[in-house]
């Protein structure tokens, strides 16, 4: 956040404070307020705005068109694309299953369409994978009982006679018999299916047997976690029913900070970007690691959105409930940062930099550690407290634990780096000379002074801040 910025800000919030009701934009209702902090969460990513954030803030009475010409594409095949070392994705362009490989066979998340669906394209998958006595179905995950979720588990269960687990709570009534998951269990837990953990949550909403299920999986060899989730247009238009949403939207926040889930994967694959990730692995070919993974960072920003959205969908429908906002912040290193002469980072959210809060640095491996209070620029700095560091060597990890204030949580954040003489980040201010905020090469670290702009000023600021004789190749 530059300085020029922060001036217009405190003139707008002067100005709203005393036009308050004169139509002013400044939110001003419980809905205005969320739905401007899930605009705001979206921290300038554009995946963020769109599906996420889009998606997520399809309110019914509102953009429901955009799920709709989704479904549309419920015609369009999507062939068997593998995405892990052992997850392959198979359906449509509106929804599909994944089909994840062990040594001791398979198991498939969601049941499909319908029964043609399971025999022309799930089963010659299965096959094409090694489906056989020696690696068997041995279930099914459903994510709730809707027919574009279960309507082939009925088929998938007689050809090969997998276990269909399906949330107690859509159960009835389902001629596939399924094993329940118990609805009324909020809290996580494992359950051991085709010699793999599976941790399932509970996240009534979509449907009040809605279930979300993180999944091992195995990339490039290294373990990742993925994130089902259980269902995902808030189409409830009960108050109970939004609240149940917002509930499971928090446990499953809570449950992929501390898990670090590494990315989701959701059976309605236009809803999180999936598909587009997908298609991007069949014109490359997948990469390590995948490119189906985007990180915890970007996930729990994803679910915070989220989280806002169904906020001021309960606002809408409730005016009198209230519930805090919830901020995403993140925190990044300062130029010559972390180095051996300084340790800086900024702490920010949407709404600008994050005053008087506590970020703990800490050396990876060592068990050292300092605190220290964000200014009112944001910043938190411990200067050289650790003893020498090794450039190339050391990591510093900066993290902020949280913090709720008055009708807002500010969610927490972390960022690791490894130490740096100065000499990258002085090449890098090099290179981006000229460089103004919002261009590519720009970035906000790099300008020491927040004018905007990349300039000899800041190149010179960092120089001097790094170790007295250092020499740069
Ligand atoms: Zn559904």
New binding site residues.
């Given amino acids: 956040m530059t300085t020029w910025m922060n001036a217009i800000r405190s003139v707008a919030l002067a100005a709203a404070a005393t036009t308050a009701g004169l139509g002013w934009a400044q939110p001003q209702t419980e809905f205005e307020r969320h739905m401007e902090a899930s605009r705001l969460n979206t921290g300038g990513d554009p995946t963020m705005v769109h599906p996420w954030r889009a998606f997520y803030c399809n309110l019914p009475d509102d953009n429901n068109q955009i799920v709709l010409a989704e479904r549309t594409k419920n015609s369009i095949r999507v062939p068997l694309t593998q995405i892990m070392d052992d997850v392959w994705y198979i359906g449509t362009e509106y929804v599909g299953q994944y089909i994840l490989r062990n040594g001791s066979g398979f198991v498939m998340i969601d049941g499909g369409n319908n029964a043609a669906e399971m025999r022309n394209f799930n089963l010659p998958a299965l096959q094409s994978l090694g489906l056989g006595t020696a690696g068997p179905l041995h279930s099914a995950l459903i994510t709730?009982g809707?027919g574009?979720?279960d309507g082939g588990a009925a088929q998938i269960k007689e050809s090969t006679g997998a276990t269909i687990y399906l949330g107690s709570a859509d159960a009835a009534n389902k001629a596939y018999a399924p094993i329940t998951l118990d609805s009324s269990v909020l809290t996580p837990y494992d359950i051991s299916t085709g010699g793999r953990t599976v941790t399932v949550l509970s996240t009534p909403g979509?449907?009040p047997g809605a279930t979300g299920f993180v999944i091992r999986a195995l990339d490039g060899g290294k373990e990742v976690k993925l994130f089902v989730s259980g269902?995902?247009?808030m189409?409830a238009s009960s108050v109970p029913a939004i609240a149940n949403y917002l509930d499971s939207m928090e446990r499953t926040y809570a449950l992929l900070k501390d898990m670090k889930v590494d990315s989701a994967s959701n059976p309605h694959v236009y809803w999180d970007g999936s598909l587009a990730l997908i298609k991007k692995i069949q014109a490359e070919g997948r990469k390590t690691p995948s490119q189906f993974i985007i990180g915890n960072e970007k996930l729990l920003r994803a679910f915070a959105i989220g989280r806002e959205c169904t906020a001021a969908w309960l606002a809408k429908q409730d005016p009198t409930t209230s519930v805090p906002v919830w901020r995403v912040s993140s925190l990044e290193f300062l130029a010559a940062s972390p180095g051996p002469n300084r340790i800086a980072a900024r702490l920010s959210n949407g709404w600008g930099p994050v005053a008087n809060q506590t970020v703990t640095f800490s050396l990876q491996g060592s068990g050292a550690a300092c605190t220290a209070t964000t200014d009112a620029n944001g910043v938190a700095t411990c200067g050289s407290r650790f003893g020498p560091l090794r450039p190339g060597v050391d990591r510093i990890t900066a993290s902020f634990a949280g913090a709720t204030g008055t009708g807002v949580v500010d969610l927490g954040s972390e960022r690791s780096a490894t130490v740096d003489s100065g000499c990258s980040d002085l090449a890098q201010a090099r290179s981006a000379v000229g460089a103004r905020k919002g261009q590519d090469r720009y970035a906000e670290r790099l300008d020491l002074d927040n004018n905007g702009l990349i300039d000899i000023r800041d190149i010179s600021g960092i120089a001097r801040l790094m170790v007295p004789g250092t020499t740069c190749r």
Avoid: A, M, N
């Fill in positions: 709730h809707h574009d979720h979509h449907t269902g995902s247009s189409s």
